[in-house]
């Protein structure tokens, strides 16, 4: 079964950089999620999106942007890199209440 | 205000023991959502189960079984005979009352070491 892709899968920045993310959800759903975990942290949601329009927002900084595009991929744009940037990236996708995760993408921010 | 609590930081045992990794939620919604998730050490997330508000049936799958209790507001769950192989962080996380985008809000997780 198709499963949520998420691209790069690991990213290395310098500091003040920029990174933009990518989420393709499984077909049909219509739901993405983005979460952030940092070293030995639980997983903290930064936003979602539902048909293309921002559903709920958590505590995603100023710096970082989102957005869901017509064909339901997501892409999660990050500006000035932080030191405290570097974490696992997670994008989830739905259709009803469950929450598919995807791989995630290592950032790292030198 | 909706929170999770894994009050176990890290358990080790040994193959074979039996363990049981607690959780409490607390929420003031009628109707919402609990889960369990295994994050292996390569990083993934891993569903392991959902359930809702008004399903207190306990639930068994395979040597995995979780016990929900909501006069407790607990949703812990039990390995049986474990193995190497289930060495890994698991969270428990809730969901509120469901609209498309509703965030997971995950406890800090349990790191489980299983020892041959």
């Known amino acids: 079964a198709a499963g949520v892709i998420q691209s790069p899968r690991h990213l290395i920045k310098e500091k003040r950089e920029t990174a933009t993310l990518k989420c393709y959800p499984i077909p049909r759903h219509d739901t993405v999620y983005w979460y952030q975990q940092g070293p030995g942290q639980d997983p903290q949601f930064l936003i979602s999106?539902?048909?293309?329009?921002?559903?709920d927002k958590g505590s995603i900084p100023d710096r970082f942007s989102a957005q869901q595009f017509s064909d339901y991929h997501s892409e999660l744009n990050m500006s000035s890199l932080e030191l405290g940037d570097s974490a696992l990236y997670f994008c989830?996708?739905?259709?009803?209440?469950?929450?598919?995760f995807g791989p995630g993408t290592r950032l790292t921010v030198l | 205000a909706q929170k999770v609590t894994q009050a176990q930081t890290e358990i080790s045992v040994v193959e074979k023991e039996d363990v049981t990794l607690d959780c409490v939620y607390e929420t003031r919604d009628t109707t919402y959502y609990l889960f369990w998730y295994k994050q292996p050490p390569s990083g993934e997330l891993v569903f392991l189960i959902r359930r809702n508000s008004f399903d207190e049936q306990n639930e068994i799958s395979g040597r995995y079984s979780w016990n929900f209790q909501k006069s407790t507001s607990s949703f812990n769950f039990t390995i049986t005979a474990s193995q190497v192989v289930d060495s890994a962080v698991y969270f428990c996380a809730l969901s509120e009352a469901y609209q498309a985008g509703t965030a997971l809000i995950f406890g800090k997780g349990t790191t489980l070491s299983v020892s041959s």
């Open positions: 989830a996708s739905s259709l009803g209440d469950e929450q598919f």
């Open positions: 999106f539902y048909e293309k329009m921002q559903s």
